[in-house]
C-alpha cells in the first residue's frame, strides 16, 4: 500500500518529515492557522485534520490522531512507512498523578507505563517498554527551559481505559510508582516508532487533576495549550 491511504488522502511530498501529533483535530487545525505560514490542508478524511506548512522557514505538519493506541496506531504507523515521517511529536493533554503537578503544567513522557496489548503484535519474548527518543527528548527540555518552562520529565501512563470499573483506585497504584501523569496514545506512538527506526516524543499539558476534581473545558484544551505548542513548534 502506498499513499494516499485509506486514512489520509495526503499524496507524496505533501508530508514533512516532522509531524506534530495533537489528538484532536481541532487543534491541528488551530496550530496550522496560528503558528505556520504558507498552509495547505492534506487530508479531511473522517475529520482527521492534516496540514503542512511553514515555521520559521522550516517545513512541518501537524496531524490530528484521535483517541487511543488504536487511533494513534494507524496514523503513526502510515505517517512513517507511507509517507517517511522520521520525526513524531505527540501534544496532548494529560491527567496529573501526581499532588505536585498542576493544571497547565508540563509533561514530558520519558517512558510509557500501559495497560494496553498493543506490544501483543511483536511476539516478544517478555515485557516492552516503550521510551521516547532521547534526541528529541534532551532538546526538548532544553527548548522549554529556553522559554522560561520547567517541564516534569519521567514515566506516564497510556491507558486504554477513560472510564474505568475501579475509579481512581486504579490510577492511584501507578501514583505509588512515580508516573506522572496519565493520557492514551504514547505507548503506541513509541512502539511504532522503536520499531521503525524513526524518532517520537509525547509532550503534554496538565488538563485535569483527577484527585483534585478539576479539569480544563473542551476550547481550553483545543486553543489555549499554546505553551507545549511553542516548545514542540521549536523542537521541530
Not at 173 to 202: D, I
Amino acid at each position: 500500500m502506498g499513499a494516499p491511504t485509506p486514512h489520509n488522502s495526503g499524496k507524496l511530498g505533501d508530508i514533512a518529515e516532522t509531524v506534530l501529533l495533537p489528538g484532536d483535530p481541532l487543534r491541528a487545525k488551530f496550530i496550522a492557522e496560528t503558528f505556520l505560514e504558507d498552509v495547505v490542508q492534506y487530508n479531511t478524511v473522517r475529520g482527521m485534520n492534516g496540514y503542512t506548512g511553514y515555521y520559521n522557514g522550516k517545513k512541518i505538519s501537524v496531524q490530528g490522531t484521535g483517541m487511543g493506541c488504536p487511533s494513534i496506531g494507524i496514523y503513526t504507523y502510515e505517517l512513517i512507512h507511507f509517507y517517511g515521517v522520521k520525526n513524531l511529536i505527540r501534544i496532548g493533554s494529560a491527567g496529573a498523578l501526581r499532588e505536585d503537578l498542576k493544571m497547565h503544567d508540563i509533561v514530558i513522557g520519558m517512558g510509557s507505563c500501559t495497560d494496553s496489548n498493543y506490544a501483543s503484535q511483536y511476539n516478544l519474548p517478555g515485557t516492552f517498554a516503550p521510551v521516547a527518543s532521547y534526541e528529541l527528548l534532551s532538546k526538548a527540555v532544553d527548548v522549554a527551559k529556553s522559554q522560561g518552562v520547567e517541564p516534569k520529565v519521567g514515566n506516564i501512563l497510556c491507558s486504554d481505559v477513560f472510564y474505568g470499573d475501579e475509579g481512581l483506585d486504579s490510577l492511584a497504584k501507578w501514583t505509588k510508582m512515580g508516573v506522572l501523569a496519565v493520557e492514551m496514545e504514547s505507548a503506541a506512538l513509541y512502539m511504532n516508532a522503536a520499531r521503525a527506526g524513526v524518532n517520537a516524543l509525547c509532550i503534554l499539558t496538565i488538563s485535569d487533576c483527577p484527585f483534585k476534581g478539576e479539569a480544563t473545558t473542551a476550547m481550553e484544551r483545543q486553543t489555549a495549550f499554546t505553551r507545549m505548542m511553542n516548545i514542540a513548534l521549536e523542537l521541530a
